[in-house]
């Protein structure tokens, strides 16, 4: 594409199927104790 | 629903349900806007001929198309029709936060807890109670493999021999239940010594240590009780900890308030003494504190927020990068969409234990009796306090409902909504006017890297 750069190919929506085995890191025990920061924790399947 | 912003002079479009990030050129920037708005393309080229032609205008249009049909632009929101399967789900424990000592050497003047005392006694956890907190989280954590437990306080130092007879008993137990245990350790570093950290770096996956950033900051927020600051004793060890673990897994985690809203110089200070993962995140504190962050800071932090990224991007192009824990976002993969509608998992999956075994939704909730969900011996008593906790989510409350930055902070947190509206399905604002910058700048330096 000239005008357009998507810097992700991953939609979200395709995690609605292989997504949710729960063995992520809860996001409280990484750092923040103090402010929810889900965005950036990482997927355990990966 | 997208949303679209400059920042550092790069323009950039988020496609909210898909979560795709676009860096686009001024004239699709323009464009697109038009798009949202429901324009056509002659209405949109009619409207932009003054500053570009109609081919250009209409090959912009059409790479936007091609987005849309590749699911990638102005997706629908597929997540809300299941939610309400979502929220019924069985959940189990998977995560405790202990608290290995109500109980601290430092007097921090922001501190929620306290000085550790979480409105409440002075105590230190027995092995005890420490053993059937982790049999409890064992029993009650279903087929999930990965359990954590963080040690926590007060200052879990104070009861150290209690945290290591601990880990030999977590380990012991995890063949037999098939268990991985991943424990961490948050300590204000006074008691900091080697056996310490070299019992962490065999033990504990992560390691948090508390520390504001300059030296006068940090002093001045984080003095020992007869007001002395804490920071020449605990940054050689600090230093020390980090390199032992490789730079890695582990944060200097600090806390700034009103009093140092030119924070960006303290998460660079951190980053000159050689931390390369670092995390500075506001106070949260009652309106009517002297610290607390106020309305009227929020611009002031935000440009902070610009100029630490700034000061990011050219550190990393200069092969100096850190990691700034709030502008830690995954591209490529991050978490999956149930993570982001369940959030910190507080009160469901994640919870805290007091020093004599009660169970709350987590540590923020604390010494708050209306949250006392049960203790360790009788597991989980109040199950309605639970529900409510796994019915919040993002489609809960209202205001996230029009928010970009929905699956990002998946609602806040839980303990700051309560605090600052009464209920834990309202929103923080100005902790949401924070989180939007912190995802912007986030993306922008993704962009801003990937320009290279």
């Known amino acids: 594409m000239k005008h357009i750069k998507t810097l992700n190919t991953k939609s979200l929506q395709n995690t609605v199927k292989k997504g949710g085995c729960g063995e992520c890191q809860t996001s409280c025990q990484s750092a923040c104790k103090t402010s929810c920061t889900v965005g950036n924790q990482t997927c355990e399947q990966k | 629903m997208i949303h679209q912003y400059i920042n550092n002079d790069i323009p950039i479009v988020l496609d909210v349900n898909s979560g795709s990030v676009h860096v686009v050129d001024q004239l699709v920037y323009d464009a697109i806007a038009r798009m949202d708005e429901g324009k056509s393309l002659d209405e949109t080229i009619d409207e932009l001929k003054s500053t570009y032609g109609p081919d250009e205008i209409r090959e912009a249009w059409e790479e936007c198309q091609t987005l849309k049909e590749q699911g990638m632009l102005f997706t629908e929101d597929v997540y809300e029709k299941a939610i309400e399967h979502f929220t019924d789900r069985p959940t189990v424990v998977k995560a405790l936060c202990l608290h290995i000592a109500h109980d601290c050497n430092l007097a921090c003047r922001y501190c929620f807890a306290e000085e550790g005392e979480y409105h409440g006694r002075r105590a230190l956890m027995s092995f005890e109670v420490g053993k059937k907190a982790l049999d409890f989280l064992i029993a009650n ?74 030296k006068e900051v940090h002093d001045f927020m984080r003095p020992f009780r007869n007001g002395k600051g804490s920071y020449d004793l605990i940054m050689p060890k600090f230093k020390k900890f980090a390199d032992s673990r490789n730079q890695t897994n582990y944060y200097v985690r600090g806390t700034f308030t009103h009093y140092n809203l030119d924070f960006a110089k303290d998460v660079l200070s951190l980053a000159d003494m050689g931390f390369k993962q670092i995390s500075i995140e506001p106070v949260v504190a009652p309106p009517e504190a002297d610290y607390a962050i106020r309305e009227e800071d929020v611009p002031i932090i935000c440009e902070q927020y610009d100029l630490l990224a700034k000061e990011m991007i050219r550190r990393e192009k200069e092969g100096n990068g850190f990691n700034f824990f709030h502008f830690m976002i995954d591209l490529t993969g991050g978490p999956c969409v149930y993570k982001r509608l369940s959030g910190c998992g507080s009160g469901t999956e994640y919870l805290a234990v007091t020093p004599w075994g009660d169970l709350y939704p987590c540590h923020q909730f604390v010494g708050n009796e209306k949250f006392l969900l049960g203790n360790v011996d009788e597991g989980v008593v109040r199950t309605d306090i639970v529900d409510t906790f796994k019915h919040c989510n993002v489609y809960a409350k209202e205001d996230c409902k029009k928010c970009f930055s929905r699956f990002y902070c998946s609602g806040g947190c839980a303990a700051n909504a309560y605090n600052f509206t009464g209920s834990i399905n309202g929103a923080y604002e100005i902790g949401c006017k924070l989180q939007r910058k912190r995802i912007e700048c986030a993306l922008m330096i993704k962009a801003a890297l990937a320009e290279e």
């Open chain 2, 141 to 214: 954590s279903g087929s999930r493999r990965n359990l954590e437990v963080d040690f926590f306080g007060g200052e879990p130092t104070m009861n150290w021999q209690v945290v290591k007879d601990l880990v030999a008993y977590g380990r012991s137990q995890e063949e037999a239940h098939n268990k991985k245990f991943r424990f961490t350790l948050t300590t204000n570093g006074v008691l900091l010594n080697d056996e310490i950290m070299e019992f962490a770096n065999k033990e504990c996956a992560n390691v948090v240590m508390s520390v504001d950033g300059r």
